[in-house]
């Protein structure tokens, strides 16, 4: 089935279908931007690869650009190791900000760049179990339900061109102060992320982190930064109703944890 697939699609699909890989949810004007085209031409795309079911390409907010996201036959397509993803609607605006962070990192916001990594490739690296280099998770100490070492990933890792690490962590909640501290005991242990960089939409959030940052004594090592996040484009602000009620009861779009790969946010 992957190869037949892979062999009807063209290079620019496997582009559109590699960045969709990357994350659990996108939209349209993202998917525009990452291929350098105008909305409308980047939808013409995308429904081309919703009807041979490489994506799955939806509107889920009123007045919102639609969603997409990539399949299990997509995914087998361009032969990626990957889970399919689901779309939570409760971290829906999270997942849309952190797709424009990816974006801008790709087109130096951040300086030249090595490597992009996500946190759905950090995370299904670290349960390869021919992995051939070091896990990417930060180790938090104790066993998950799984009965594995718990581990915090970041949303975003960058490998600048001198092997330097920076994580990123789009952080639009609060975290209580004790999970603060155990992520922040993490990254003070850990010797593979050079700089970690918090960005947060409000000053109550900047303290909070910042606070946790102090205990953990570690402020040569992690910065927080303020963003303008009032409004993530493409994204609703919190609270907003779905498309329709047909669409709230897609099994497609069961907010849900994903269980096989650990997720946080």
Request: aromatic fraction near 4%.
């Amino acid at each position: 089935m992957g190869a037949r697939a892979g062999s009807q699609i063209t290079e620019r699909d496997r582009a559109v279908l590699g960045l969709l890989a990357e994350h659990r949810v996108m939209v349209v004007p993202q998917v525009a931007v990452g291929l350098e085209v105008s909305d409308r031409t980047a939808a013409a795309r995308l429904r081309d690869l919703r009807d041979q079911r490489l994506i799955a390409h939806e509107a889920i907010f009123r007045n919102q650009p639609a969603a997409v996201w990539i399949t299990r036959r997509g995914l087998d397509a361009i032969e990626s190791r990957l889970p399919p993803p689901s779309v939570d609607l409760k971290g829906y605006r999270h997942d849309i900000g952190v797709g424009w962070l990816w974006l801008h990192a790709q087109r130096g916001a951040f300086g030249p760049v090595a490597a992009l990594t996500s946190e759905r490739e950090m995370r299904s690296h670290d349960l390869r179990a021919d992995r051939t280099a070091d896990r990417f998770g930060v180790a938090l100490g104790g066993l998950d339900s799984f009965g594995r070492m718990t581990r915090h990933y970041p949303d975003l890792l960058l490998t600048k061109m001198d092997g330097t690490r920076v994580a990123f962590e789009l952080e639009l909640t609060a975290k209580s102060g004790r999970r603060l501290d155990t992520i922040m005991r993490g990254y003070a242990g850990d010797g593979q992320i050079d700089t970690t960089v918090y960005l947060v939409p409000d000053a109550s959030l900047a303290r909070l982190i910042g606070d946790a940052v102090a205990r953990a004594g570690i402020p040569d090592l992690v910065q927080v930064r303020r963003i303008s996040a009032a409004l993530i484009p493409g994204a609703p602000l919190p609270g907003a109703r779905s498309a329709s009620p047909a669409t709230r009861r897609s099994p497609a779009l069961t907010v849900r944890q994903q269980a096989a790969d650990g997720t946080e946010r």
